[in-house]
Each structure stands twice: as structure tokens, then as C-alpha cells.
């Protein structure tokens, strides 16, 4: 279609479109779409939707409060995740989301506190830990996630 061809038609065709209706006739309706391009050299092939999906080790993680106090929290205190999120302030679930959802899909945050109280464990059969400080600056909190991989 040339440009004069579509500018007649623009109006007609996108209130077409927009109702559900084939304004390029018979021939379009039948037209099956173009099979996807095959993959780029080094790139994998897509995941055929009938093929068995892989499934990711499950985990269940737990938050220790290890250093101060504040109103919602305590040293000592222990939350289970996600299970009673709710008793997190939203300061410390905030500063501790990112290093959460890294955890979740078995990653590992590359630092380890080496030569500090907060020195952490990575063991990814096993427990794995991240210290995480609360960003208010009224208190100083700071929390310990521990993952633990479920069978």
C-alpha cells in the first residue's frame, strides 16, 4: 500500500482495527503470521512450551535483628519471610528487597564482611547470610537474612 492509499484509508482502518475487523479483505484473514526468526549465533534457542520447566531450588528465609533497637524491632527478634512480612517497617523491608530477591533466585551478593562481626556464609546447598542496616537515620538497626535451601 502506498502512502496516498493509506492516508484514505487511516480513519477507516484504525476504527477497523480497533473494532476487531479485517479492512484488507479475504486474502489477509486466512494469512497465518511469520514464523519467529531463528536465534542469533551464541544465542540460545527458545524454550519449547512443551518441554518440562526447569524448577529452582525453593528456599525458606528467616530475619534476625543482630544490632539495636527501634519501635518495631529489637535485637534478638527473628521474622519469618514472607510469612509475617508485616512485622517488618516498611524502612527495613525497604533497604532489605533488593538483597532478598537476589537470594530468592540463588544468587549471592559478592561481598563478605571479611574481619567483621557481620561476616557472612555462603553455602548455596546450605544456609547462605546478607546483612542488611535500616536506613533510618534515627536508629541504627541492623537485620541478618538467613536462606536455607527446602528439599
Known amino acids: 500500500m502506498n502512502r496516498r ?5 487511516s480513519g477507516a482502518c484504525a476504527g ?3 473494532a476487531g475487523i479485517s479492512v484488507a479483505g479475504p486474502s489477509a484473514a486466512g494469512q ?22 526447569v524448577l529452582r ?3 525458606e528465609f528467616e530475619v534476625e535483628i543482630v544490632e539495636g533497637k527501634c519501635e518495631p524491632h529489637q535485637a534478638g527478634q527473628t521474622i519469618k519471610y514472607p510469612d509475617e512480612k508485616g512485622r517488618i517497617c516498611p ?8 538483597a532478598i530477591r537476589v537470594l530468592e533466585h540463588g544468587g549471592t551478593l559478592p561481598w563478605l564482611y571479611a574481619g567483621t ?7 548455596p ?7 542488611i542496616r535500616c536506613p ?16
Open 57 to 59: 531450588p525453593r528456599y
Open 32 to 53: 497465518q503470521p511469520p514464523p519467529p526468526p531463528p536465534p542469533l549465533p551464541g544465542q540460545a534457542a527458545p524454550a519449547d512450551p512443551r518441554s518440562p520447566q
Open 91 to 98: 524502612w527495613l523491608m525497604d533497604a532489605m528487597n533488593g
Open 136 to 151: 533510618d537515620p534515627t536508629r541504627v538497626v541492623v537485620a541478618k537474612i538467613s536462606r536455607r535451601r527446602v528439599a
Open 117 to 123: 562481626p557481620y561476616q557472612k556464609v555462603i553455602d
Open 5 to 9: 492509499e493509506f492516508l484514505k484509508c
Open 125 to 131: 546447598n546450605g544456609l547462605t547470610t546478607e546483612f
Open 16 to 18: 477497523a482495527s480497533m
